[in-house]
């Protein structure tokens, strides 16, 4: 069976500085990973995935996320973080093996909050 | 513009009153699911289904019915709300690569219910 921790359910950066929201996985095949994010009032949105190719995955507005095999993680980091960043973000592992059709598992979620 | 609806968007209800909500996707998605989020509890789904006529339970499946007659559609019904479904809900829908694997998900805006 899968599953996936993100490690802190709440993260605090000064705008301007660096972001890391870290997911660590266990998986019995070769997965899928993504992670998405949720506005106030708003559905998810895909941020990146992996899907076997590259293991640095570039995203949407500025975020990337390595995929460390050895190590079952895949960090999301931003150099420079920006207010409009201020979201819950999703880590999401997808297994041929996990539940449901998709085998998707979703983290429960980090809260992102940039201080000014 | 490829998006996923949901209606309504906030409904307050009471005990045991049916009510459906609606899902549709413009984007010919053979895969559709519906999400149940809570505080703390991140994403969990409650029904899939792989293309039209085909439906199945997801992790959440007690006190909710869906049915899938057209492509596009996905409605959610709740045949005899209770307050503990009160949540967000969110309708998603995805490209099926092959059994099994789905490709990204697309979300809906989400729909706040509250059964009094």
């Known amino acids: 069976a899968q599953s996936v921790t993100q490690l802190d359910s709440h993260v605090s950066v000064s705008e301007g500085t660096p972001v890391l929201l870290r997911c660590n996985y266990s998986s019995s095949y070769s997965p899928s990973l993504f992670w998405y994010v949720q506005h106030p009032n708003k559905g998810l949105q895909l941020l990146l995935k992996y899907t076997s190719a590259a293991t640095l995955v570039k995203g949407i507005n500025g975020f990337e996320a390595e995929f460390k095999k050895s190590e079952t993680s895949f960090h999301l980091t931003k150099p420079s973080a920006h207010m409009s960043d201020a979201a819950e973000y999703f880590c999401v592992v997808s297994d041929r093996a996990g539940g449901g059709a998709d085998g998707l598992t979703f983290g429960k979620g980090t809260h992102l909050i940039i201080q000014p | 513009e490829a998006q996923v609806t949901q209606n309504p968007r906030y409904l307050i209800t009471v005990t045991g009153k049916k009510l459906t909500v609606t899902c549709s996707q413009n984007?010919?998605?053979?895969?559709m699911s519906w999400y149940r989020q809570d505080p703390g509890l991140g994403l969990r789904q409650i029904y899939y289904?792989?293309?039209?006529?085909?439906?199945d339970k997801g992790d959440v499946p007690e006190g909710y019915k869906v049915s899938r007659k057209e492509k596009r559609n996905f409605p959610l019904i709740l045949e005899s709300p209770s307050p503990n479904q009160t949540s967000l809900y969110f309708c998603?829908?995805?490209?099926?690569?092959?059994?099994?694997?789905?490709?990204?998900?697309?979300f809906g805006p989400g729909t706040r219910l509250t059964v009094l």
């Open positions: 289904s792989m293309n039209v006529e085909v439906t």
């Open positions: 984007m010919n998605h053979e895969y």
């Open positions: 998603a829908s995805s490209a099926l690569k092959r059994r099994g694997y789905t490709d990204t998900q697309y």
